[in-house]
């Protein structure tokens, strides 16, 4: 029995586990590596995963670094079940057709470079049909509802906090009379985040798969960040400036807008324009609307005195590329809420080319930035930055929120674990750079005398 990881070791993106047991083959996410165009070559199906021998797929959430692979998967011959929980499936199906097109937009681009050069064009990396293929293996599971995958192991979904439908998996392994019980965390949340319910950690493990994003550090508080998010805002509509948030469609997206309608609803600032730039986070808040029960009490409560969408009345949706470009004509205070959350691709490229040498613009930047993404430049002080081979000037004011992330800082990752330690499971550190790593590693050792290493990508994790 092994679990081997093919991503996200020593790094935030590619989340992808092979669990090995009774000669099943199961894979627990296959996640896109992203960053940067030097990632884009780790992006196929590794020599030592043999499709024709995988069982099933299970997915801890939806985000593109835990599912943008699955296509390939398909392209290669798989046509076994993909697991998640219906809400997962929802959102991975919209976010894996968002990738699609991003992927052929892309390959259109350079193969009119190479026509040009007397190149032979390239092929997407995988097409709408591919996404169509695996949208039809889908097979929804509920929370805590054990599950038979394959032939010595099942597995067994928990609310994880970190976006709609994201869990972590408790997975059971069986082979030769042995059982052993390894956990994978997937993404942990932040408690008391907008909208979702609180992680729910596992009590029992023989091993854990840890995330390790922020282990290196906490965030700054939720009250305290919503708190400067309504400064910032007071002080642009002031400007009467353009606010632009380079947004994760899904998950964040909707936490803003959660946000804002308390702010219109108690007050604080007076409605102004809204901007959803974002297809997919369009589409993505019409399925949290269908997903009612995975709301925590606080939005349940507020629910019922009335609907968010009745303080939101100055929100526009802008799907079309034309809704898109027409926002530049527009002067401020609005706000513009546009993918992607790195600035590395998307709508919010042309707004911050059109924008961000401006004094009056201000850019919000409510998440993780991966090294080499446009938004980790900003963040770091760049005074200029090229956007479409162009050199712009950053003039804009620049904000960070980091209190807005989707991940639990390191005590929260500190104490979801705290509730497996008794139980004294060797842990692996995934899913984090190095020193968040090397930090939290640390830190376990020296509150729980835990057994902990830093997981390495193909090497495998025996299981025994």
């Known amino acids: 029995m092994r679990v081997t990881p093919f991503g996200a070791a020593g790094e935030v993106t590619g989340s992808a586990y092979l669990i090995e047991a009774a000669g099943s083959k199961v894979l627990l996410d296959f996640g896109f590596f992203q960053g940067n165009s030097r990632q884009d070559e780790k992006n196929i199906v590794p020599p030592q995963i043999r499709v024709d021998e995988l069982n099933a797929v299970m997915l801890t959430h939806a985000h593109l670094d835990h599912t943008g692979r699955v296509p390939l998967l398909i392209k290669a011959g798989f046509a076994g079940p993909i697991l998640g929980t219906p809400a997962t499936l929802d959102i991975a199906g919209v976010i894996l057709r968002d990738s699609a097109k991003i992927r052929l937009t892309d390959t259109l681009h350079e193969n009119r470079k190479r026509e040009r050069r007397g190149e032979m064009p390239l092929e997407p990396l995988y097409t709408f049909d591919d996404v169509d293929h695996v949208v039809a293996l889908f097979k929804p599971v509920d929370y805590e509802v054990p599950t038979a995958i394959a032939p ?31 956990i994978f965390s997937g993404d942990i949340g932040q408690r008391g985040s907008a909208i979702l319910k609180d992680p729910e950690p596992f009590t029992k493990a023989d091993y854990v798969i840890l995330e390790s994003t922020y282990g290196d550090r906490d965030h700054r508080g939720i009250p305290e960040t919503v708190h400067e998010f309504e400064e910032i805002i007071k002080a642009a509509v002031a400007q009467r400036g353009k606010i632009l948030v380079p947004t994760f469609a899904i998950g964040r997206a909707q936490a803003l807008l959660y946000y804002l309608a308390l702010m219109f609803r108690n007050g604080h600032v007076p409605p102004f324009p809204i901007f959803l730039d974002s297809p997919m986070a369009i589409e993505a808040t019409r399925i949290y609307q269908n997903h009612p029960e995975l709301f925590d009490e606080e939005l349940q409560m507020l629910r019922h005195d009335h609907p968010l969408r009745e303080d939101l009345k100055t929100v526009t949706p802008t799907p079309t590329p034309d809704d898109s470009r027409a926002l530049n004509e527009l002067n401020g205070p609005m706000m513009i809420l546009a993918g992607s959350g790195m600035a590395n691709a998307g709508r919010i490229l042309h707004h911050l080319k059109w924008n961000l040498w401006r004094p009056e613009t201000w850019v919000v930047i409510v998440g993780y930035q991966g090294h080499g993404t446009l ?27 980091g209190g807005f992330s989707a991940h639990a800082g390191q005590t929260q990752l500190i104490e979801w674990y705290g509730a497996l330690s008794s139980n004294k499971p060797k842990v692996y550190l995934t899913h984090g750079e190095d020193f968040p790593r090397q930090t939290l590693q640390e830190k376990l050792r020296e509150k729980f005398n835990a057994n902990v290493v830093s997981a390495q990508f193909a090497v495998p994790i025996e299981i025994t």
């Open 152 to 182: 010595g192991i099942s597995a067994r979904w928990r609310e994880a906090g970190h976006m709609l439908g994201s869990a972590s998996i408790e997975v059971t392994l069986e082979e030769n009379d042995v059982r052993r019980v390894v």
């Open 375 to 401: 938004g980790r430049l900003l963040v770091d002080g760049a005074s200029e930055v090229r956007i479409f081979g162009e050199k712009i000037a950053v003039k804009a004011k620049i904000r960070s929120l």
